[in-house]
């Protein structure tokens, strides 16, 4: 399973991004998607993860201002970001689990930039 993301780039605060995650491969193992950031010097930590049937999770520092979303026809996940603040500054990587094995965060994609200037 290949995952690529999309999507970053340097936006003001109170702006909006929306990353985008394709995933190729063997998609029929995927579970549950997710969206991580990692902060300079800090380490990565989950944003926002979709079950294969919807069920959301999300940070409680993004809640309201982030939306997750997953187009299970597209193999593709979504993060819609609104209302960015200074710290939601970071990389942000997509991950899938698998089924069988159950393996959480089983593949990483290879991460894209986000940039909030205050």
């Known amino acids: 399973v290949q995952l690529q993301a999309s999507g970053g780039g340097l936006v003001q605060a109170g702006g909006s991004l929306r990353l985008s995650c394709v995933s190729s491969?063997?998609?029929?193992?995927?579970?549950?998607m997710g969206w991580y950031r990692q902060a300079p010097g800090k380490q990565r930590e989950m944003v926002a993860r979709?079950?294969?049937?919807?069920?959301?999770t999300y940070r409680d520092s993004v809640k309201g201002r982030f939306t997750i979303s997953r187009d299970n026809v597209k193999n593709t996940v979504i993060l819609q970001m609104i209302g960015l603040k200074s710290e939601d500054t970071g990389v942000y990587y997509c991950?899938?689990?698998?089924?069988?094995?159950?393996?959480?965060?089983?593949?990483w994609g290879q991460g894209t930039q986000v940039t909030v200037s205050s």
């Open positions: 491969g063997r998609i029929r193992t995927i579970g549950t």
């Open positions: 979709i079950e294969y049937g919807g069920m959301t």
């Open positions: 991950s899938a689990d698998t089924l069988s094995p159950f393996v959480i965060n089983a593949y």
